[in-house]
């Protein structure tokens, strides 16, 4: 079992960007994939971002492709999320996860994921 920490969320202005990190604490997996999620207040926990295993190979979320960027550093069992050109509408708590056996499910969908860390808060603001 992994835990996962997040950090780097705070407060910008729009058109801002933002680094967030998630440390991964204990023995991964070589089959497991990590990905960011975002949930606002009284809103759906959605997926944003995934990566596959030991890969770059990623996959977005319609809102925020071309703005957001997931990579991993295997070595330092960090998972990062790059956002720029932040927008007020990105307003959200943002988790990180990993997935786990029994593999499979949409790449983006909740139910996949196993771990999931406790969240960093990002503020976008007019």
């Known amino acids: 079992q992994v835990h996962l920490v997040e950090s780097g969320g705070g407060a910008v202005e729009a058109g801002g960007s933002l680094t967030l990190s998630c440390a991964v604490i204990?023995?991964?997996?070589?089959?497991?994939?990590f990905a960011w999620f975002r949930q606002g207040p009284g809103g759906e926990r959605e997926g944003i971002a995934t990566?596959?295993?030991?890969?770059?190979?990623?996959d977005y979320r319609f809102a925020v492709k071309g703005r957001f960027t997931i990579s991993q550093d295997r070595p330092k069992n960090t998972v990062y999320l790059q956002m720029n050109s932040l927008k007020p509408e990105d307003t959200s708590m943002y988790y990180c996860?990993?997935?786990?056996?029994?593999?499979?499910?949409?790449?983006?969908?909740?139910?996949?994921?196993?771990?999931w860390g406790q969240g960093t808060q990002v503020t976008v603001s007019s």
């Open positions: 204990g023995n991964i997996h070589s089959r497991m994939r």
């Open positions: 996860a990993a997935d786990g056996p029994p593999y499979g499910g949409w790449l983006l969908g909740a139910s996949r994921y196993k771990v």
């Open positions: 990566i596959a295993p030991n890969s770059d190979i990623a």
